[in-house]
């Protein structure tokens, strides 16, 4: 099955991403978002990544060029999946947001189409539950920066088929990444490994076992992570690892249950790196 033209629905941060991962590549990109103001922020956002890697030595500005006209950008979700050959959901991790979605491009594109959702914990067999070619909807887990990381995990939910699966290793290897096949489970490998990572650190920095600074110096030095986990949790914002935590902790049990820092700073409105503080404080 050949993937020439890729819709990708949701412009921000990992959509946009996504749609710079095709579009390098040589596949021609619909980028959908509900209005020409997320389009725009998307759009920009690509040419300010091309820009980096120009700068870096990996692409020319030829390349950047050409890799901007393969994206067209468009508010309207019909004229987004007629005439394309994959289509790709980024929308916020909300499960009923992208089971409306699905009930919709189920309705709107061919049948033939495979449908993915680009998710890192949610039920992709609840999500293609809701349409009537749960065969052909697909997990695709991608890491940010899409264009940087090299994996995808796919997500096999219960009615998935052999042929679906296969399609999307090939085009994931097609455009250079490595792909996990995973079976569709709360966390699947690497959120479920991160998360449980990550909560553990928060508890020793609870139980005063050690600093923040010297919990994620050791992480960083010890293990040769490139960020220590009170760092990336910051990043990640500590209202995302809340919602993680306890979904992963209804599948799993209390082993995976929101330590009370992580709950108060929430409360708090300490949502790490996007508010001005987290377990760090960025104002200064």
């Known amino acids: 099955m050949a993937f020439q033209t890729i819709t990708v629905l949701g412009a921000g941060t990992m959509g946009s991403g996504i749609a710079q991962s095709f579009a390098s590549s040589g596949k021609q990109v619909k980028l959908y978002d509900i209005n020409e ?3 725009q922020k998307g759009m920009v956002s690509i040419e300010k990544s091309l820009s980096r890697f120009v700068r870096a030595g990996h692409l020319t500005e030829t390349q950047s060029k050409t890799t901007m006209k393969q994206i067209q950008t468009t508010i309207d979700l019909k004229e987004a999946v007629s005439e394309t050959d994959f289509i790709i ?6 499960l009923e947001l992208k089971k409306n979605l699905f009930i919709q ?15 890192s914990e949610l039920s992709v067999t ?17 890491f940010n920066p899409a264009p940087v990381m090299k994996l995808i995990e796919i997500i096999r939910a219960v009615d998935t088929s052999e042929a679906t699966i296969s399609a999307i ?14 079976k569709d489970s709360q966390g ?10 990550m909560l553990e650190s928060i508890r020793m920095y609870e139980e005063n076992i050690a600093s923040r600074e010297d919990i994620d110096k050791a992480v960083r030095l010890g293990l040769n992570y490139p960020m220590g986990p009170l760092q990336l949790a910051d990043l990640i914002g500590l209202d995302t690892m809340l919602f993680v935590s306890e979904g992963l902790s209804a ?13 108060k700073l929430v409360e708090a409105g ?7 503080k987290g377990f760090y404080d960025y104002r200064s």
């Open 251 to 263: 599948a799993y049990g209390d082993r995976f249950l929101a330590p009370q820092t992580l709950r």
């Open 89 to 94: 959901e980024a929308v916020p991790e909300n």
């Open 37 to 39: 103001q997320a389009l």
């Open 105 to 119: 491009l189920d309705e709107l594109a061919k049948p033939e189409i495979i449908l993915a959702t680009n998710t």
């Open 126 to 142: 609840a999500i293609g539950a809701v349409t009537k070619r749960p065969d052909k909807v697909v997990g695709m887990h991608w």
């Open 188 to 197: 699947f490998v690497t959120t479920r490994v991160l998360a449980a990572h």
């Open 270 to 276: 300490h949502l790490g790196k996007k508010t001005g």
């Open 169 to 182: 290793k090939h085009i994931s290897e097609e455009i250079g990444k490595e792909v996990v096949i995973v």
